[in-house]
Nanobody
Framework: HVQLVESGGGSVQAGGSLRLSCTTS?????????MGWFRQVPGKEREGVAV????????DYADSVKGRFTLSYDKSKNTVYLQMNNLTPEDTAMYYC????????????????WGQGTQVTVS
């Protein structure tokens, strides 16, 4: 079983920045080969923001965040980071960290493990 602990959400003005962190614990071997961030607003489906293969590789980003968000993985800390710059009100959502044994689903929210979510509000 994999546990995901998220941090870093909050409120920021448009044009500002936030960094989200997600650390895995538990039986994470092979269960979290793919990690990423998804977001959801009330009444809408959960959408992929950015995902990465933790064994190395280039992250995959949603078109809406390309050039503004950067996803990275620190193997020594089992932590994935989402640096969000130039935030807009459209980025307001609950952000969820997710992990899966593979990245076959990419940005589709078909992941085995999910964090509790952290709210990001941009005004």
């Amino acid at each position: 079983h994999v546990q995901l602990v998220e941090s870093g959400g909050g409120s920021v003005q448009a044009g500002g920045s936030l960094r989200l962190s997600c650390t895995t614990s538990g039986n994470r071997r092979r269960s979290s080969n793919c990690m990423g961030w998804f977001r959801q607003v009330p009444g809408k489906e959960r959408e992929g923001v950015a995902v990465i293969y933790t064994g190395g590789g280039v992250p995959d980003y949603a078109d809406s965040v390309k050039g503004r968000f950067t996803l990275s993985y620190d193997k020594s800390k089992n932590t994935v980071y989402l640096q969000m710059n130039n935030l807009t009100p459209e980025d307001t959502a609950m952000y969820y960290c997710a992990a899966h044994p593979s990245c076959i689903a990419s940005l589709a929210p078909r992941y085995n493990y999910w964090g509790q979510g952290t709210q990001v509000t941009v005004s």
